[in-house]
């Protein structure tokens, strides 16, 4: 993702993203989600740069560990396989942080290598064999890491440089011989994928763990090469001393050059990246320029050598000398050096053509010994899978005889575990039955004073009804009482009402009376006035 430098262009220590960490963690969360999905299709771009990007962003790819943790990975190879790429792609291309943070992660991984339960994983898309050979390879990966953590995860020559510097042989030696075996460990997982394409399938999630295999292997190519030239200028004697360094970096560059050919032939992964194209010989590590230039040199010794030429016939002031005398020899010094030089330049093709067939001769030689090795090589790791499927065999059926003894140890641990349960059932049951007795029993104790008790209820109700019989009686004659008297009381009220109406006619009369009274005394009064105003 950042093939450049190892660190983002200066900015201020605080992201701008980091207010929205539990957003983007929630980003992450659906990015890896949909990375790792059943379907046998490559994981999306856009998903893995997402998670890449989280690594900048905040420094840490613990997060994407822990989502993948939460993936149900053992459950299905495709998914195991995809979230591989994508935890591959995060460890080269992310944070530098993500190195140091995935040693730490290396039981994880091996736990995805071993399969579901410990065992292999199940399907019929033969994934199984892929995911322990792509776990192996990122655990060789991390290890190198552990033993060289200058690097980061792209192998970039110049960082390196920056941190270590080539001045040292024999630690330049270590790190060039132990960065050819990651190489080798490398080749041997992309054939072990080319021979695993299945026929009539698109096979684009074989195809996309490719994707990460070229990139890291040319930059492990690009690294080497670089550091091998600059071992070959520093080192006294490095011919003789880094012989064994050469003989592996020309084999890789030949098993590399077949890799790329046949990625190039596949059409999907030219749409995602760019394949590098090797050149048909290994580079020259001596850094001394192309195979012309010692021919070069020895064309100058005889040029210096020949270079006397024109001064033995130097020109002799006389003027007597024709013209046309002078030309002739001119010409004929000019044809002599032509010829010379022609010479020369015939036998510094002749040598250059010489040394050309020498070095194809030595490149034919060296591929020859190669595929010679390549074969063996095949012819061993085809002896070690057979080894190796036959152990795994033997070891499934003393898996199976263990897997098998304990079941029957367990079979025999139920079976006295339940006998001593129906044991413990059949004492319950006893119990249970003593209880039911004895239940019984006070039933019908209880059933017999409820009787007794019924009876007595009994005699009271009798009891209770006489008595209600005589208050009845009782309450009827009183109630016949208190209706005479009710008549009685009614009478004696309408006499008292009667003897009340004749008092109100009387005080009303004498109210009249009194009224006239005062009328017949106004009146007298005014006669005796009349008659006071007559006289």
């Known amino acids: 993702f950042f093939h450049q430098t190892n660190e983002r262009p200066h900015m201020s220590h605080f992201s701008l993203r980091v207010g929205d960490r539990g957003k983007a963690e929630q980003e992450l969360m659906t990015s890896i989600r949909k990375a790792t999905s059943i379907e046998e299709t490559a994981p999306k771009r856009k998903h893995v740069r997402n ?36 935890l591959h792609k995060v460890i080269r291309e992310g944070h530098t942080v993500s190195v140091q943070e995935a040693l730490t992660q290396t039981a994880f991984l091996e736990e995805l290598g071993r399969g579901v339960g410990g065992g292999p994983y199940s399907g019929w898309r033969n994934y199984s064999v892929l995911i322990r050979a792509y776990v192996n390879f990122l655990l060789a990966k991390l290890e190198y890491h552990r033993l060289h953590p200058e690097f980061n995860g792209m192998f970039d020559y110049e960082e390196y440089v920056s ?52 990139e890291e292997s040319y930059g492990i190519y690009k690294f080497a090469t670089r550091m091998l030239i600059a071992m070959h200028q520093r080192v006294d004697g490095a011919k003789e001393a880094l012989e ?40 020259n590590l001596f850094g001394d320029g192309p195979p012309s230039l010692p021919n070069r040199s020895q064309g100058e010794i005889d040029r210096s050598v020949s270079s006397p030429a024109p001064v033995e016939t130097p020109r002799q002031p006389s003027p007597t000398i024709d013209l ?36 194809q001769r030595m490149y034919e030689e060296q591929q020859r010994k190669y595929e010679e090795q390549q074969k063996l090589q095949k012819q061993r790791e085809q002896e070690q899978l057979a080894q190796l499927q036959r152990e795994q065999l033997q070891r499934q059926v003393q898996g199976k005889m263990q897997e098998l003894e304990q079941q029957l140890l367990l079979m025999r641990g139920q079976h006295e575990r339940d006998q001593m349960t129906i044991e413990q059932y059949n004492k319950r049951v006893a119990a249970l039955e003593e209880q039911i007795r004895q239940l019984r029993m006070l039933q019908l104790q209880q059933d017999a004073s409820k009787d007794e008790l019924i009876r ?42 009667s003897a009340a109406e004749v008092m109100a006619k009387m005080d009303q009369l004498q109210a009249n009376m009194k009224r006239k009274n005062l009328e017949l005394a106004d009146m007298m009064r005014e006669r005796d006035k009349a008659l006071a105003d007559l006289q």
């Open 456 to 497: 007595q209820q009994q005699a009271q109700i009798e009891q209770w009804k006489q008595k209600y019989e005589a208050l009845a009686k009782l309450y009827s004659e009183l109630r016949q009482k208190y209706l005479d008297l009710a008549n009685k009381f009614n009478q004696v009220n309408i006499k008292a009402n």
């Open 244 to 283: 064994p360094l050469r003989k592996r970096f020309n084999g890789m560059h030949y098993a590399l050059r077949k890799f790329y050919h046949d990625c190039s032939n596949l059409r999907y992964l030219t749409s995602l990246i760019s394949v590098p194209r090797l050149d048909q010989y290994p580079p």
């Open 324 to 359: 046309e005398a002078e030309r002739r020899a001119a010409e004929e010094l000019r044809r002599k050096q032509e010829e010379e030089e022609r010479q020369r330049q015939i036998l510094i093709q002749q040598q250059i053509e010489q040394q050309r067939l020498e070095q």
């Open 51 to 86: 998670m890449i990007v989280f690594t900048w962003d905040y420094k840490t790819s613990i997060p994407i560990w822990d989502n993948m943790k939460a993936q149900p990975l053992r459950a299905d190879e495709v998914q195991c396989y995809k979230a591989l790429i994508a």
């Open 163 to 214: 941190l270590r510097g080539t001045n040292d042989p024999n630690e330049g030696y270590e790190t060039i011989a132990d960065l050819m075996s990651l190489e080798d460990r490398l080749d041997e997982f992309q054939k072990l994928v080319f021979r695993n394409f299945q026929a009539g399938s698109n096979n684009e999630c074989r195809i996309a763990s490719l994707v990460p295999l070229v």
